[in-house]
């Protein structure tokens, strides 16, 4: 099934999409699940399904099965080029954006396939946010990053609370309430990167979806994200890519660990191995592949 | 620090610089070239200051108020630019309100929305590039064929300026182009990634990150149009206006009325044009001043 491409596509699904919304009534409501329900038992938020990618014809990933649970952390392990990034991007279609790719396979987000051609992308985005692997506010003030969205999505009635309340649940406030009109791009790495969680936060979206996001921050901004993904959960779901074992081990409820398989012809194509509870991934995995990729062997 | 650990720094330094020294001695090529370079410098920075200085001398003691107020006549002691310069004026803002939107919708459409592979979109910006080498007074032809005969406007100013922001339209495009490729993708995924459409997010972000660029750009572009006086000969701007011009009337700009002058016997009227040139010079100094201004202002580092 080929995702439809961008632009013109994308706009004028959005007027239709306004009307009927193919995902309106999905269940955003009952959020907060008590921590005590295990993970596997939670409402499904993702069915992934023999999910695959194809750059410009040639296969970056394949037959990815997987489930994400809703609030909770799943965590996206597995060697660089194994099509981590590219499957995150599947999750709310942003590879539409990019030429040349094709999704395969079917994707379910509360039971409605993700890639339906009456699917409106720019809806699945409002719902499913992003925060990517280089913090990338717009180059303009704090407070008008945050009403970004809020704006162009016409949620426009009480902007000023939306932004404290955002940046208070990004943990970000107190360093910047007095500073908002003050561009974003003065802030430091890590703030800034908060920023763009807070930012991603003000549209109200059911799934943040997080590419390295703290790739780029030092140790001390680094466990500031950690920490607020983990409060995150408690209304919302959180998909995080990251290349630092102890960080998934640290965050992760759920860790799915992807590898690459090498074909005859020296193709290489990413590949999900296995998932499972993190302490098990990290403990006791059922392949040898994990074991050997998280005790540092790498296979 | 002691006196014998400072003795021994001094030395160390001394060893370091003879060493320096010694080198520059052995590269007795790259002190050649680097004259060769100097000189070149020179003959450009000497060529220019030695035209000043001629401008100058021969045009300020006629740089005054008539040559503001007073329209062009046969008597060098009442002769003024004020027509030429109310048309350079008239001219820069048909530029801006033509030539300037086309230019950075062009732009806008060609790098956010057009499909790269399509190969009516890979003619159209080879076309482009063309058109920004092909010589004024080919531009210059075709107003006169399209603009003044064509449309039977016939030879006013406002063909005129439609001619010079037709030939303005690929620079300033290929400008516009550059300064929204420098606004990172990251920017643009970014506000996709919120649930923005494309065009939302090239309304809302893009294009604000890239004016400044885009301004450097049409600011260049600009003062080129208005320093330029070929294309302008061919669809007829006169050489003789003595009223104040309007769109639709007959009309001379600043260069053309500087050609005319200097071609006159009488020397108060090659101070005249020495005095005109240097309007247009300040004119032209001061935009391409603002657009550098505005560059180094918004240079950012994504
Ligand atoms: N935009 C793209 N165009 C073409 N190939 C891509 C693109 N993005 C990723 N790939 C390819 O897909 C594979 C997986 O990449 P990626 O998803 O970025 O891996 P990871 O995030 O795990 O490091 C790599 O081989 C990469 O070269
Ligand atoms: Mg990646």
């Known amino acids: 099934m080929d995702p439809t491409p961008s632009t013109a596509a994308d706009s004028t699904a959005m007027e239709s999409s306004r009307d009927r919304t193919p995902l309106g009534a999905l269940g955003v409501a009952e959020r907060t699940q008590a921590d005590a329900t295990p993970v596997e038992e939670r409402d499904v938020v993702f069915d992934c399904q023999q999910v695959g990618v194809r750059y410009s014809g040639t296969r970056a990933l394949r037959d990815v099965d997987l489930k994400i649970h809703s ?22 279609r942003m590879n539409d954006l990019i030429p040349g790719a094709a999704v395969d396979g079917q994707i379910f987000y509360h039971g409605e396939e993700l890639y339906q ?19 990338n506010p717009f180059p303009k003030s704090i407070y008008d990053n945050i009403a970004f969205g ?3 999505l016409g949620m426009k009635k009480d902007l000023d ?20 009109k003050e561009g974003a791009l003065g802030l430091s790495g890590g703030q800034q990167q908060r920023l763009c969680i807070a930012r991603a936060l003000a549209v109200e979206p059911d799934v943040i979806l997080m590419d390295e996001p703290c790739s780029a921050l030092d140790p001390i901004s680094t466990s500031a994200i950690e920490d607020l993904m983990l409060s995150l959960t408690n209304d919302y779901t959180v998909v995080i890519v990251t290349h630092n074992m102890q960080q998934a081990a640290r965050v992760a409820d759920m860790t799915a660990f992807f590898s690459v398989d090498q074909g005859e012809t020296g193709t290489r194509c990413g590949v999900l191995i296995e998932v499972d509870r993190t302490e098990r991934i990290f403990t006791n995995p059922a392949h040898e592949r994990t074991e050997a990729y998280v005790t540092g062997r790498f296979g | 620090m002691n006196a014998a650990s400072r003795i021994a720094a001094d030395h ?18 790259a002190t050649i070239f680097l004259l060769y370079l100097l000189l070149s410098t020179a003959i450009g920075l000497i060529a220019l200051a030695v035209l000043l200085v001629t401008i100058l001398q021969d045009g300020l003691p006629y740089l005054d108020v008539m040559l503001f107020e007073n329209a062009p006549s046969a008597n060098p002691d009442r002769a003024g630019a004020r027509p030429a310069i109310i048309a350079s004026v008239l001219v820069a803002v048909v530029l801006l309100a033509t030539a300037l939107p086309i230019a950075i919708g062009t732009a806008v459409y060609l790098e956010e929305f057009a499909p790269r592979d399509s190969r009516i979109i890979r003619l159209i910006e080879l076309n482009i590039q063309n058109l920004a080498a092909v010589p004024s007074i080919i531009f210059g032809i075709l107003g006169l064929a399209f603009l003044v005969r064509g449309l039977d406007l016939g030879p006013v100013l406002l063909a005129g300026a439609l001619i010079l922001g037709l030939q303005m339209l690929p620079t300033v495009i290929i400008a516009a182009r550059e300064a929204l490729r420098a606004v990172p993708d990251t920017v643009r995924q ?19 990150a890239a004016i400044p660029g885009i301004a450097t750009g049409s600011i260049l572009g600009m003062s080129r149009a208005i320093g330029e006086t070929a294309p302008l000969l061919m669809v007829g701007a006169a050489t003789f206006v003595s009223f104040n011009p309007g769109l639709l009337t007959q009309y001379t700009v600043l260069p053309i009325l500087i050609y005319q002058w200097i071609k006159l016997p009488q020397d108060a009227f090659q101070g005249l044009a020495a005095a005109a040139i240097i309007v247009l010079l300040v004119i032209l100094v001061t935009m391409n001043g603002f657009a550098i201004w505005l560059r180094n ?5 994504w």
């Open chain 1, 71 to 92: 609030n909770a952390v799943t965590a996206l392990i597995g060697p660089s080029g194994c099509g981590k990034s590219t499957f995150l991007r599947c999750l709310n």
């Open chain 1, 117 to 135: 051609p009456q699917v409106d992308a720019i809806e699945v985005r409002k719902r499913i946010g992003m925060v990517f692997q280089k913090p």
């Open chain 2, 190 to 208: 970014g506000g996709m990634a919120l649930g923005a459409t494309r065009w939302q997010v090239v309304w809302r972000e893009v294009l604000p």
């Open chain 1, 150 to 152: 809020p704006r162009v």
């Open chain 2, 12 to 29: 160390a330094g001394r060893a370091v610089n003879r060493q320096l020294a010694g080198r520059r001695n052995r590269s007795l090529a």
């Open chain 1, 161 to 180: 609370e939306r932004i404290e309340q955002t940046l208070r649940r990004a943990a970000l406030w107190d360093e910047v309430k007095d500073r908002l």
């Open chain 2, 297 to 301: 202002r918004y240079e950012r580092k």
